[in-house]
DNA sequence: GTCTATAGCTTGATAGAC
DNA sequence: GTCTATCAAGCTATAGAC
């Protein structure tokens, strides 16, 4: 056995309840909320004991961080992996969009603990900052429409309202894809909004408010 | 001193205690969750102790519900008292949108606890039907989109989809209202983008693509 | 109606054996 | 690394005097 199988199965099986850890604890996090998911349910859980946990992460802020500190950093590769294709300003608003959307959908519980932080009381829990990734988000979508309005894809106008009529249906489909009720919005419904909007882009103003 | 003096007399000092709580209540649940907002900080703020908390209200969940009860008619009142004025259906979708930032923005304090268990975890807080409002503002949009698509006003056009372009840009706003964060979507940005939706909605289909 | 005092439970966290 | 056993602090709620 060389010295990198000695450290790989150590690793493995250090990892083996660290990573049942970090699983259980996003679920319950989740679902409960930071202060409401207790540090014994998540053991219980588990299948270990809380000194485990501590031994692991420190405290229940430790995990959480942890949770937090993974999980964004995914965020960041979706936002900055995007916009290599030249196509058409509409095109990259919707792939923008139907990326993020499929990640949200993919990484769900994630998202359900962050807007749960951000949108409601902290509950004790350590700070983590989410608006940036709003901002992210918000000033990629206004890039794209621009640059759509500069190549004359779009129509004249602000683009910063613009920016926010997209935002909102982003907002409304993806809170929908948090919560476990009927969803009226799933992936397609939201493209096809989207094709809504920024045909609506396109079309010419009308001349006749127009003094030429 | 009449019997209805008298009776006026131990209501109002019954109700100061009363209304205190209720005022206290809502401002830590909203602030904290209704988990970590606990009774001895509530009755703390209040001045009182905590007996008197559980003789005017049970427990925690009865101050709770009465809180919910009240307010969540209020809803139903801004949502019931509108439409008397027979303008065009765009004036009428900004002005129920408008009663309704107003109301938000009024009773700020309680959208935000409202959202924060609506979308996040329940934190034991007993089940409240906040759903059907969402609901009934989705059909009350819905119906002046439809009515507006048959008097010619907007373009022909899925009102589903038109509706969720609206619902969308207003919980943007409401939600930004909600939190302490700088907006850049008050209550005129709001009516302007609607102004740009509307507007949208209303230009004549391109010809181009239609077969005749 | 409002208080003091306290019961009874759950929580996050740890000491110390193995 | 993982356990058993346990602690101190916090919580909701109540008994009983006034």
Redo the contacts with the bound molecule.
């Keep these: 056995m060389t010295m990198e199988q000695v450290m790989a199965k150590?690793r493995s099986?250090?990892s083996?309840?660290r990573r049942q850890i970090l699983d259980v604890a996003l679920k319950l996090f989740a679902r409960k909320g930071y202060a409401a998911?207790?540090?014994?349910?998540i053991v219980d859980a588990s299948g270990?004991?809380?000194?485990?946990l501590?031994?692991?992460f420190g405290?229940?802020?430790g995990l959480y961080m942890e949770l937090m500190q993974t999980h964004c950093a995914r965020i960041d590769q979706v936002l900055e992996s995007h916009m290599h294709t030249s196509s058409s300003a509409k095109e990259k608003v919707k792939d923008l969009v139907d990326k993020i959307f499929l990640h949200v959908a993919n990484d769900r519980d994630f998202f359900r603990l962050m807007f749960t932080i951000y949108y409601g009381p902290s509950q004790g829990a350590p700070y983590c900052d989410f608006i940036s990734y709003h901002a992210k988000f918000h000033a990629a979508i206004k890039k794209i429409i621009e640059e759509g309005i500069s190549s004359g894809e779009f129509q004249t106008g602000n683009p910063g309202h613009m920016t926010l009529v997209i935002r909102g249906v982003v907002q409304l489909a993806m809170e929908e894809q948090i919560k476990e009720d009927r969803k009226i919005m799933d992936r397609q419904v939201l493209q096809r909004v989207l094709d809504l909007i920024l045909e609506l882009f396109k079309q010419p103003p009308d001349d006749s408010k127009e003094g030429r």
């Design positions: 150590k099986l250090e083996d309840s998911a207790t540090v014994r349910e270990i004991t809380a000194p485990s501590y031994y692991y405290n229940k802020e």
